[in-house]
């Protein structure tokens, strides 16, 4: 396990935080990604934590599956880019299958951080209690 992601599992486990399923990849970045859940409207919605030895950390959020659409498409793309021009700390996008994708990216200079992580949920967990009914507004038009 890299170093990032022992911090982090240390971070975890002091704290008492068990939400996370852990999973290291076999790869040339030795890299990890702790797998849960953010609830929003009732939803769960899949988060990753994705740690490996890059100089970045990784918080990724799926936001809608399958949610591209050739009735949603101009809409749908005209507000992942505003939201992602708006809001500094995250990127929408979809990804190659079309979901609605939401990441943030950070940079780890020296040592990992476990509260810089776990803080960043909280500025998520507000971003998509104030914004996931319009996401889904516009993913289910047409």
Not at 100 to 106: Q, R, S, T
């Amino acid at each position: 396990m890299n170093k990032k992601a022992e911090a982090f599992k240390g971070y975890l486990e002091e704290k008492d935080i068990k939400v996370f399923e852990v999973e290291e990849l076999d790869d040339q970045q030795q890299t990890v990604v702790f797998r849960s859940s953010i609830t929003t409207e009732g939803h769960q919605l899949p988060t990753i934590v994705i740690l490996d030895e890059s100089i970045f950390a990784m918080v990724r959020v799926q936001i809608s599956p399958k949610a591209l659409s050739d009735d949603n498409q101009l809409e749908l793309l005209k507000l992942i880019n505003d939201e992602s021009a708006t809001y500094k700390p995250f990127k929408v996008y979809l990804n190659g299958d079309g979901d609605l994708m939401l990441d943030v990216c950070l940079i780890v200079d020296e040592e990992l951080k476990g509260d810089t992580i776990y803080t960043m949920f909280s500025f998520i967990i507000d971003y998509l209690n104030n914004n996931y009914r319009k996401f889904m507004k516009c993913v289910w038009q047409g």
